[in-house]
């Protein structure tokens, strides 16, 4: 059973702060996404990775940047927190290929102030 | 552009009557298509994908490609199925991002 772990489900962070979301998959998966989920928007790409020290940014790469060391980890990296990036950030991973199934962790929920 | 469009935000339904979440899609080629769902505080799951032609808790959906369209459906809603539904559309070439509609929240009432 694939499991993608989050490792901070609730933060809390001031203006200013750096903040790193931690995200590990089990299954081996070349493909590693980081996204956020707000009301009404939908699921917003931030970063997809498709292998170590690969990346592409997605659709609302500004203000975040990733890191991919190793296979199984992937990170999310908000250099200087803002309020409107108060949100629920999702990690996923998929394996290689189209029409795969994506399996996505429980989410971080993180509030700026 | 691709695209997925779920036209409605919120849909509320009562028990037992039929449910249809519509996805419409936007895409040159012959693209790979997914409901995914949300069940309150759970994470983001497959619900079923056209592919499979098979039906899950009671869900089918059928791709339309006239219509690019991928409703959703099930004849009798249930109260465990208030969630939160996504389209999403898997591109078959390129860099395979995933694209994902803004969901639609289906609330059964009894």
């Known amino acids: 059973d694939v499991k993608v772990t989050q490792s901070s489900r609730y933060l809390v962070k001031r203006t200013g702060e750096k903040v790193f979301l931690e995200c590990v998959q089990d299954?081996?998966?070349?493909?590693m996404f980081w996204y956020r989920q707000d009301p009404g928007l939908g699921l917003r790409l931030i970063y997809f990775?498709?292998?170590?020290?690969?990346?592409e940014k997605g659709d609302i790469p500004e203000g975040y940047s990733v890191s991919r060391e190793k296979k199984e980890r992937f990170s999310l990296i908000l250099e200087s927190a803002s309020t409107n990036q108060t949100s629920m950030y999702l990690c996923?991973?998929?394996?290689?290929?189209?029409?795969?199934?994506?399996?996505f962790g429980e989410g971080s929920w993180l509030t700026v102030v | 552009a691709q695209r997925v469009t779920q036209p409605e935000k919120l849909l509320s339904v009562f028990k037992g009557a039929p449910v249809e979440l519509k996805c419409n899609y936007s895409?040159?080629?012959?693209?790979?298509l997914f409901w995914y769902v949300q069940y309150s505080r759970q994470r983001l799951q497959l619900l079923l994908r056209?592919?499979s032609r098979e039906s899950i808790k009671g869900f089918t959906a059928d791709l339309n490609k006239g219509e690019t369209s991928f409703h959703l459906k099930k004849p009798f809603a249930q109260e465990e199925d208030s969630a939160m539904y996504y389209c999403?559309?898997?591109?078959?070439?390129?860099?395979?991002?995933?694209?994902f509609g803004t969901g639609t929240r289906l609330k059964v009432l009894a």
């Open positions: 996923a991973s998929t394996e290689q290929g189209s029409g795969n199934t994506i399996y």
């Open positions: 299954m081996d998966h070349e493909n």
């Open positions: 990775s498709y292998d170590v020290k690969m990346k």
């Open positions: 895409y040159s080629g012959s693209p790979e």
């Open positions: 056209h592919i």
């Open positions: 999403a559309l898997s591109p078959t070439s390129g860099t395979y991002k995933y694209i």
